[in-house]
């Protein structure tokens, strides 16, 4: 039977797959950081710089409030001005850690999922004929794919890789699954959406 056939090659691809683990958890990690990069709106982009602003100008104004406090213009200012302080160095402190480091940048985060993918491709290449595009090489896509030839709803690999498709596309954050499926969704359903599913 075409299905028994396809799911032995899909152990056997499992088997290989989880001698380098480190691997699949890279690709899978690199696809989420890309997915969350791209699920940021742009007003994200505008915090750093608009926090680091307010602590600039909070600076600025206490400052101005202790040189004023100590030439007698008015009291109470030394209070004013330590307050203008704590809130510079929170907006300062806000600001920094939310700046776009070279490591979070979008070439980065693309840079990182390119080695990634090449990490796999190559180690896929002494692999003869593996199942699954080194992009979507993950031990829950291989599991997923023998649950799909197992139920019947498909006979071969690209069948089965078809109806993970289009089961990964139905779910979503409306959907109620178990925890084990939740899991296994989270680790790879990034690989496909940033893939647009080709």
């Known amino acids: 039977c075409a299905a028994t056939h396809s799911g032995r090659r899909l152990k056997e691809a499992l088997e290989w797959l989880g001698k380098e683990p480190e691997l699949y958890r890279r690709l899978s990690l690199a696809a989420r950081k890309k997915r969350s990069r791209e699920q940021s709106g742009p007003a994200w982009r505008w915090a750093p710089p608009a926090f680091l602003a307010a602590g600039a100008a909070a600076l600025a104004g206490g400052l101005w ?10 009291e109470g200012r030394e209070l004013n001005g330590l307050l203008l302080f704590v809130l510079a160095a929170y907006f300062l402190f806000a600001g920094v850690n939310v700046l776009s480091t070279g490591r979070d940048s979008k070439a980065a985060i693309d840079r990182e999922l390119k080695n990634a993918e090449l990490a796999m491709e190559n180690y896929l290449g002494k692999y003869p004929d593996f199942p699954v595009p080194a992009r979507y090489a993950h031990p829950a896509v291989l599991r997923w794919m023998m649950e799909i030839l197992a139920e019947g709803k498909a006979e071969n690999e690209d069948d089965a890789l078809s109806e993970l498709k289009k089961e990964l596309k139905e779910l979503n954050s409306d959907a109620t699954v178990e925890q084990v499926v939740y899991e296994d969704v989270i680790r790879i359903k990034p690989l496909f959406l940033v893939e647009n599913y080709r």
């Open 65 to 74: 409030m202790l040189l004023a406090a100590e030439g007698g213009l008015r």
